[in-house]
């Protein structure tokens, strides 16, 4: 029986995308951001950040999407802020404005981190500046042989420290080498991406979208609140102590231990077939 809190939750498939398409498996389960201006690779603008930011926010009450693959059109995944478009208007802004801007981006990464499904960017060709930055945000980043990631903030006279550069790209690749690339700008190529654990994975670009596609699927059939709850944790145990991050993993485990789903997985396994995950 639907409770009041279920009935919060509506489905998102037929979710209309005003500024990106927007493509759902034939379960509904996965969700596909696909960047749309393939003749400029894909750049953001005032009105893409903002529809980005709210449809990632609200994904916290789909009641049918359980990942969600983020990629771009026509061989490239995005390179960044539209010059005309973004950077142009920025220059002729006064602080408060700028200030409001910046803290809008800063929100798209906030809702990113903070979606409960989990999210796997898929990505070729050019990657730079905000695009870079989504790839960051991302849980998960497969790519191409030719995927060029480069955060070229300091090439426009800007930080380094944009959208959370500073803070989340050294917990992936490490101080040194997020130094290197925030100071100078420069492309890092997929083989490095690969090698620091920016890249989970690379593909060709033949297959990248079926593999991203393939499992981001495998994790919307897997226990689904289970997956939520590890984003979760991995989120907030950044300022964690030891003691302080051990305790929480314990409730959070429990929280999971109480669900019908580990029975599910129990009584699987026990007759030897594989479990059938409902998110409850």
Same mark, same amino acid.
Request: negative net charge.
């Given at each position: 029986?639907?409770?009041?809190m279920?009935?919060?939750t509506?489905?998102f498939?037929d979710?209309?995308?005003?500024?990106?398409?927007w493509?759902v498996?034939?379960?509904?389960?996965?969700?596909t951001i696909?960047?749309?201006?393939p003749?400029?690779?894909?750049p953001l603008?005032?009105?893409?950040?903002?529809?980005?930011r709210?449809?990632?926010r609200?994904?916290?009450y789909?009641?049918?999407?359980?990942?969600v693959?983020l990629t771009?059109a026509g $061989?490239?995944?995005?390179?960044?802020?539209?010059?005309f478009e973004i950077i142009e208007?920025?220059?002729?802004?006064?602080?408060p404005?700028?200030?409001?801007?910046?803290?809008?981006?800063?929100d798209?990464v906030?809702?990113m981190?903070k979606?409960?499904?989990? *999210?796997i960017a898929? *990505?070729?060709?050019?990657c730079?500046?905000?695009?870079?930055?989504?790839?960051?945000?991302?849980?998960?980043?497969?790519?191409t042989?030719?995927?060029?990631?480069?955060?070229?903030?300091?090439?426009?006279?800007l930080?380094g420290?944009?959208?959370?550069?500073c803070g989340?790209?050294?917990?992936?690749?490490?101080? $040194?080498?997020?130094a290197?690339l925030l100071?100078?700008?420069?492309?890092?190529s997929?083989?490095?991406?690969h090698a620091w654990?920016?890249?989970?994975?690379?593909?060709d $670009?033949t297959?990248l979208?079926a593999?991203a596609?393939?499992?981001?699927?495998s994790?919307?059939?897997?226990?689904w609140?289970?997956?939520?709850?590890?984003?979760?944790m991995?989120?907030q145990?950044w300022?964690? $102590? *030891?003691?302080?991050?051990i305790?929480?993993?314990?409730q959070?485990?429990?929280?999971?231990?109480a669900?019908?789903?580990?029975?599910?997985?129990?009584?699987?396994?026990?007759?030897k077939?594989?479990p059938?995950f409902?998110?409850n």
């Open positions: 029986m639907d409770n009041a279920t009935g919060m509506r489905p498939r979710y209309q995308a005003k500024h990106f398409l493509e498996s034939e379960d509904s389960r996965v969700a696909r960047l749309n201006r003749e400029r690779k894909n603008t005032f009105e893409s950040y903002a529809e980005l709210d449809l990632f609200d994904l916290a789909a009641s049918d999407v359980r990942a693959v771009g $061989g490239n995944f995005s390179s960044g802020g539209d010059v208007p920025l220059t002729k802004m006064a602080m404005d700028l200030l409001a801007f910046t803290r809008m981006t800063g798209l906030k809702a981190r979606c409960p499904q989990p *999210i898929a *990505i070729d060709g050019i730079a500046g905000a695009g870079a930055i989504l790839a960051m945000a991302s849980d998960l980043r497969l790519a042989p030719e995927a060029k990631t480069a955060f070229l903030f300091t090439r426009v006279g930080a420290a944009d959208m959370g550069a989340i790209l050294p917990r992936i690749i490490g101080q $040194g080498r997020a290197e100071f100078t700008g420069r492309a890092m997929a083989a490095e991406g654990g920016f890249f989970n994975a690379l593909h $670009g297959s979208e593999e596609l393939k499992l981001a699927q994790l919307a059939e897997g226990p609140f289970a997956h939520t709850m590890t984003k979760t991995l989120n145990e300022a964690m $102590g *030891i003691e302080e991050l305790e929480s993993e314990a959070a485990q429990a929280i999971c231990m669900t019908k789903d580990f029975r599910r997985a129990f009584e699987a396994f026990a007759e077939r594989k059938a409902e998110g």
